[in-house]
């Protein structure tokens, strides 16, 4: 495995918990309008996925970025859009 790799699959673990954590602290921030749960959900899995990159780096990390990446992208897409319609 290169290091660039293992750097790039370092800093998206990184990244996740940053943007897991402003995310649940925007679902409480939210919580008395209609769809905060989203949010929260959306906070929850992407500190999962974060979890799950740093539970298998450096050996495994690289093969499963792309997958955690685009479950990441796919749940925030459907938190913006719950919490677009619950208006």
Request: no cysteine; proline share 5%.
């Amino acid at each position: 495995m290169e290091p660039p790799e293992l750097a790039v699959a370092l800093m998206l673990a990184w990244m996740f918990i940053v943007k897991g954590a402003f995310t649940l602290f925007g679902a409480f921030q939210l919580r008395p309008r209609q769809g905060w749960g989203w949010w929260l959900f959306d906070g929850i899995v992407t500190l999962l996925l974060a979890l799950l990159i740093f539970s298998g780096w450096p050996q495994d990390s690289v093969r499963i970025v792309a997958l955690l990446v685009g479950i990441s992208l796919s749940i925030s897409g459907a938190n913006r859009l719950a919490l677009a319609f619950a208006r």
